[in-house]
Each structure stands twice: as structure tokens, then as C-alpha cells.
């Protein structure tokens, strides 16, 4: 299957404060993951990405754990600021890029 | 500037009516992607092509068709068989290889049924 599963739905965050948000994949097929963000009205951006021979890559505030034998990925973002404030989504490719759902984060004062 | 480019940044159409939206891509990029996304929902897959002069379904194919005559371009026709095209469209282009695996997305055109 091509499906990948996103959560949660939404999630409030406090200044400073961690957000987590988890993906779930079925095709183990899949060869990288990577992470988008979105503010409204604009394409996504390419935020962080892994490839399954990793656990875990982290670039500055954002860390992507890979748990290979659970196909399960999450991003998290340490010290999160309001200018976090977006829709994320994962991704996965196959022989095509697979998107989840999203994730609208807000990240309050 | 490299990068991906979509037009018309906003597009009204009418009902009956076919509208072309535009993707060009000078980043060398072998495949390349349209997405439709719904207010609070996700990207959905509508066509993809891996390399020129071929093209596959996506999930939401329906209503939509593609071509790929240059592998810098990749023009997505909303026909008049889209019962609700009204949304925001999305194309993206990437590589096929394991050493170039980004996907750059172009900052969406917004098409309005009128």
C-alpha cells in the first residue's frame, strides 16, 4: 500500500515547548521520508528528510526519529516558537511521493 | 534563479470550461508531480511523470489530464469533467535516483470555478 497515516490533526504547543507529530507507513518499499512545512497560501517546504538506514537526523530545532522494524517516523521540533506556526506533513517515496494528511501546529505566546 | 514555477497564481474558470495551469522547472529534475489540496486536507496525488514523454495516474485522476513533451515542463488541463475543481493546486518536481531525493514544490495556483 502507498498510505501514509498523519497525527494528530492539529496540536497547540506552548512557547518553548515540544511538538511531536508521528507518521505511520505500511510500504516497506519506501526509500526516503521527508518532512514539508506549509504557511498558508504558499507550496510546502522541504524541512528535514531521512532515509531508512538512519534512526534519527536532526538539523538545528527539528529531529526526525525513524523506528524501522515499527514503520513509524516522527518530527519533532525542540524549543518550538510562534514562527513555527504551519502545517507539516510527511511524506514518503515509492515510486511516487505519498503525502500524509497534515498536522496544523500552533504555537502559543 | 533555479527553481519551480507555476501560473497563473489565482484562475477563475467557468463551468463548461477546460483551463490549462502552467509548470516549468529549470532544476533538471527528472520527475515531476501535480497535487490538489482541500481545506484542511492533504496534498492528493492527481498525475505524476518520471521522465519525459510518460505519465501515470495518481489517486484523483479524474477530470484532469497531463502532458510531458519537455522534461522542464509539465502542464495539468482541469477539464470540464472536474465536477468540483475549485482548489489549490500544487506541482512539484524531484529526482529519481537515491542521490537526489528533494522535492521542490512551486507556490500553487488557486483555481475558482465561477
Known amino acids: 500500500q502507498q498510505q501514509v497515516k498523519q497525527s494528530p490533526q492539529s496540536l497547540i504547543v506552548q512557547k518553548g515547548g515540544i511538538s511531536i507529530i508521528n507518521c505511520a507507513y505500511e510500504?516497506?518499499?519506501?526509500?526516503?521520508f521527508p518532512w514539508y512545512q506549509q504557511f498558508p497560501g504558499k507550496g510546502p517546504a522541504l524541512l528535514i528528510a531521512?532515509?531508512?538506514?538512519?534512526s534519527e537526523k536532526k538539523e538545528g530545532r527539528f529531529t526526525i526519529s525513524f523506528n524501522k522494524s515499527a514503520k513509524q517516523f516522527s518530527l519533532h521540533i525542540m524549543d518550538s516558537q510562534p514562527g513555527d506556526s504551519a502545517t507539516y506533513f510527511c511524506a514518503a517515496r515509492g515510486n511516487k511521493l505519498t503525502f500524509g494528511t497534515g498536522t496544523q501546529l500552533k504555537v502559543e505566546l | 534563479d533555479g527553481g519551480i514555477t507555476q501560473s497563473p497564481k489565482y484562475l477563475f474558470r467557468k463551468e463548461g470550461q477546460n483551463v490549462t495551469l502552467s509548470c516549468e522547472q529549470n532544476l533538471n529534475h527528472d520527475a515531476m508531480y501535480w497535487y490538489r489540496q482541500d481545506p484542511g486536507q492533504g496534498l492528493r496525488l492527481i498525475y505524476y511523470?518520471?521522465?519525459?514523454?510518460?505519465?501515470q495516474k495518481g489517486d484523483i485522476a479524474e477530470g484532469y489530464s497531463v502532458s510531458r513533451e519537455k522534461k522542464e515542463s509539465f502542464p495539468l488541463t482541469v477539464t470540464s469533467a472536474q465536477k468540483n475543481p475549485t482548489a489549490f493546486y500544487l506541482c512539484a518536481s524531484g529526482g529519481t535516483g537515491w542521490a537526489n531525493t528533494e522535492a521542490f514544490f512551486g507556490q500553487g495556483t488557486r483555481l475558482t470555478v465561477v
Open positions: 511523470s518520471q521522465i519525459v514523454n510518460d505519465f
Open positions: 510500504n516497506t518499499a519506501f526509500d526516503y
Open positions: 531521512i532515509r531508512p538506514d538512519v
